[in-house]
């Protein structure tokens, strides 16, 4: 097997993002090694004798086929832990405290986010009660689960009319190396933003519920933590109401200033129908002033309508849509009888495989590849063990596993 990519190019790409560094050698991974990674840790130990492997693997050697980058760079006692960051997108309905410290432990895995703050769902969040100091302290573990888990705790506290203290001593400094994920510590200081970004706004929604834009907001300050080396790691897509005013100007004026974490997230609507001339007018409007771009469009009744057309999806779901929304995910169930979204049944990974497509391929050339992709795909989906979420996101991605060729 060669070592060697066609340009430099590629193999600092390679390099840089997806080999892993071999401490015994001192030295990172050749390109083949991390395809070698990828095949023993996620291919293998779940194909059988039936499929050329050997093929399966040149063909990644080769670039005609690819599978999720995102296990490519985690295959191996990263992944076997938790398989979230085998997945390239996730989605999920901000309709229970838990949505938010799982968003950040997505997020921390390398996978992109998904979420919604329509009302249906952030109307099922607890209210707020009035706040007091207290000196309970929330000890933070270096890890994601244990940096989930404390966000967990805080929120948990705040929601119960406590706010907290916290014990960030035993966080890694920035600049640390991570062995087992690869990549370096941002240090505390991102996570302790976060905790009093989330006091503030726990404080200013005293005795009410939080509004959508201070779900929304929560969210995206969520993700702009997550940094890996000095670098932000978090795609994000903020689904909203049509009649939602609030988000419909979350990226109006100078809120580069007063708000850059909104940066994090590209917003759009979630069309339940057709909107009336005014109301898409105004939406367009805002639009147009704001010169971002945003909100866009999110047609969740061609959602519905695609996902009833071959009868192996559930007909009483909200769908949802990844940060490239390319693909349908699972929002919260509905009541057959009543329409209303079930809180706490949404959630669903995206997975993803590729084809490479050369001007010299034939028509040969492409089904072999699309066929070892497929094979890809249908491994990668296998991987449903996400031990800090809870079990409907299993339960969902299990129930449906995406190929994403």
Known sequence: MSNLLPTDYQTFIATSRYARWLEEEGRRETWSETVSRYMNNIIRPKVGAEFNLSEIEQAILSLEVMPSMRSMMTAGAAANRDNTCMYNCSYLAVDDPKAFDEAMHILLCGTGVGFSVERQYINSLPEIPQLFYSDTIVMVRDSKEGWAKAFRQVLALLWAGEIPKWNVEKIRPAGARLKTFGGRAS?????????????????????????????????????????????????????????????????????????????????????????????????????????????????????????????????????????????????????PKTGNPIAGTGGQFCNLSEVVVRATDSIEDLERKVRLATILGTVQATYTKFPYLRKVWEKNTAEERLLGV
């Open 187 to 335: 240090g505390p200081a991102p996570l302790v933003d976060l905790f009093n970004f989330t006091v503030t706004t726990f404080k200013n929604a005293q005795g009410r519920k939080l509004s959508s834009i201070e779900a929304h907001d929560l969210m995206c300050k969520v993700g702009e933590i997550v940094v890996v080396g000095g670098v932000r790691r978090s795609a994000m897509i903020s689904l909203s109401n049509l009649s939602d005013d609030r988000m419909r100007h979350a990226k109006s004026g100078k809120w580069w200033e007063n708000d850059p974490q909104r940066a994090l997230a590209n917003n759009s609507v979630a069309y339940s129908e057709k909107p009336d001339s005014m109301s898409f007018m105004r939406e367009w409007t805002a639009l147009v002033e704001s010169g971002s771009g945003e909100r866009g469009i999110f047609n969740r009744q061609a959602a519905i309508k695609q996902a009833a057309k071959n009868g192996r999806r559930d007909p009483n779901r909200e769908w949802g849509t990844n940060p490239c929304s390319e693909i349908i995910l699972a929002g919260p169930r509905t009541d």
